[in-house]
Protein backbone atom coordinates (compact mmCIF):
# COMPACT_ATOMS: atom_id res chain seq x y z
CA UNK A 1 0.00 0.00 0.00
CA UNK A 2 1.30 3.89 -1.22
CA UNK A 3 0.76 6.28 1.80
CA UNK A 4 0.32 9.97 0.14
CA UNK A 5 0.44 12.98 2.33
CA UNK A 6 0.47 16.42 0.81
CA UNK A 7 3.36 18.52 2.54
CA UNK A 8 3.22 21.93 3.84
CA UNK A 9 4.36 23.43 0.95
CA UNK A 10 1.65 21.55 -1.33
CA UNK A 11 3.74 18.86 -2.76
CA UNK A 12 2.68 15.42 -2.56
CA UNK A 13 4.66 12.71 -0.94
CA UNK A 14 3.99 8.92 -1.77
CA UNK A 15 5.56 6.29 0.60
CA UNK A 16 5.56 2.87 1.23
CA UNK A 17 7.07 0.25 4.12
CA UNK A 18 9.64 -2.15 3.09
CA UNK A 19 6.74 -4.47 3.21
CA UNK A 20 4.50 -3.02 0.93
CA UNK A 21 7.07 -2.44 -1.76
CA UNK A 22 7.89 -6.52 -1.33
CA UNK A 23 4.20 -6.64 -3.01
CA UNK A 24 5.41 -5.28 -6.06
CA UNK A 25 8.36 -7.04 -6.44
CA UNK A 26 7.60 -7.23 -10.32
CA UNK A 27 6.82 -3.84 -10.59
CA UNK A 28 9.53 -3.66 -13.26
CA UNK A 29 7.97 -5.43 -15.55
CA UNK A 30 4.85 -2.51 -15.01
CA UNK A 31 4.27 0.33 -16.19
CA UNK A 32 4.64 3.26 -13.33
CA UNK A 33 0.91 4.37 -13.44
CA UNK A 34 0.00 0.70 -12.91
CA UNK A 35 1.89 0.64 -9.65
CA UNK A 36 0.80 3.36 -8.40
CA UNK A 37 -2.82 2.57 -9.14
CA UNK A 38 -2.61 -0.77 -7.73
CA UNK A 39 -0.49 0.67 -4.74
CA UNK A 40 -2.87 3.50 -4.30
CA UNK A 41 -6.28 1.63 -5.08
CA UNK A 42 -7.12 2.32 -1.45
CA UNK A 43 -7.63 6.04 -2.02
CA UNK A 44 -8.86 6.08 -5.41
CA UNK A 45 -11.53 3.74 -5.10
CA UNK A 46 -12.59 6.15 -2.80
CA UNK A 47 -12.60 9.18 -4.64
CA UNK A 48 -9.14 10.34 -3.85
CA UNK A 49 -5.68 10.53 -5.85
CA UNK A 50 -6.25 9.16 -8.79
CA UNK A 51 -2.82 8.24 -10.94
CA UNK A 52 -3.16 8.80 -14.34
CA UNK A 53 -1.38 9.06 -17.74
CA UNK A 54 -2.08 12.38 -19.25
CA UNK A 55 -0.24 10.59 -22.81
CA UNK A 56 -3.36 8.93 -23.20
CA UNK A 57 -5.10 12.73 -23.45
CA UNK A 58 -8.07 11.92 -20.85
CA UNK A 59 -7.64 14.06 -18.90
CA UNK A 60 -6.36 16.39 -21.41
CA UNK A 61 -3.32 18.32 -19.00
CA UNK A 62 -0.77 18.88 -21.75
CA UNK A 63 1.91 17.80 -23.82
CA UNK A 64 3.31 15.33 -21.09
CA UNK A 65 3.74 12.19 -20.38
CA UNK A 66 4.37 11.97 -16.82
CA UNK A 67 3.06 10.22 -13.96
CA UNK A 68 0.09 12.44 -12.86
CA UNK A 69 -1.90 11.94 -9.55
CA UNK A 70 -4.89 14.11 -9.24
CA UNK A 71 -6.82 14.61 -5.87
CA UNK A 72 -9.96 13.39 -7.32
CA UNK A 73 -11.51 12.46 -11.07
CA UNK A 74 -15.06 12.68 -12.18
CA UNK A 75 -16.22 11.01 -15.69
CA UNK A 76 -18.66 12.93 -17.95
CA UNK A 77 -21.25 10.91 -19.35
CA UNK A 78 -18.94 11.02 -22.90
CA UNK A 79 -16.28 9.08 -20.85
CA UNK A 80 -13.89 12.09 -21.07
CA UNK A 81 -12.51 12.66 -17.48
CA UNK A 82 -12.33 16.02 -15.01
CA UNK A 83 -10.25 16.80 -12.56
CA UNK A 84 -11.79 18.26 -9.65
CA UNK A 85 -9.41 19.80 -6.88
CA UNK A 86 -5.06 19.58 -7.30
CA UNK A 87 -3.39 18.05 -9.75
CA UNK A 88 0.62 16.90 -9.09
CA UNK A 89 2.84 15.34 -11.44
CA UNK A 90 6.40 13.76 -11.80
CA UNK A 91 8.26 16.50 -14.19
CA UNK A 92 12.07 14.16 -13.66
CA UNK A 93 9.91 11.59 -15.28
CA UNK A 94 12.18 11.70 -18.35
CA UNK A 95 15.49 10.88 -15.95
CA UNK A 96 14.12 9.11 -12.97
CA UNK A 97 11.20 6.46 -12.52
CA UNK A 98 8.82 7.82 -9.67
CA UNK A 99 8.74 3.81 -8.97
CA UNK A 100 12.69 3.16 -8.87
CA UNK A 101 12.80 6.14 -6.57
CA UNK A 102 10.04 5.11 -3.72
CA UNK A 103 11.60 1.91 -3.64
CA UNK A 104 14.79 3.68 -3.45
CA UNK A 105 14.63 5.70 -1.03
CA UNK A 106 10.60 4.61 0.74
CA UNK A 107 9.43 7.91 -0.64
CA UNK A 108 8.78 9.88 -3.81
CA UNK A 109 7.34 13.63 -4.17
CA UNK A 110 5.00 14.52 -6.74
CA UNK A 111 5.20 18.63 -7.23
CA UNK A 112 1.71 20.23 -7.00
CA UNK A 113 0.73 22.04 -10.10
CA UNK A 114 -0.92 25.04 -9.47
Not at 70 to 82: D, F, H, T, Y
Request: hydrophobic content about 35%; overall charge negative; aromatic content about 12%.
Amino acid sequence: MITATVLEGGNLRLTASPEDLAELHDYDHWGEVDVLTHGMEHYWTSGRFQPFDPGHGNPFIGLTEAPCIAESMEVLSNGQRMIVGRLWWYPQYELKDCIHELVKHGYVDFTFVN
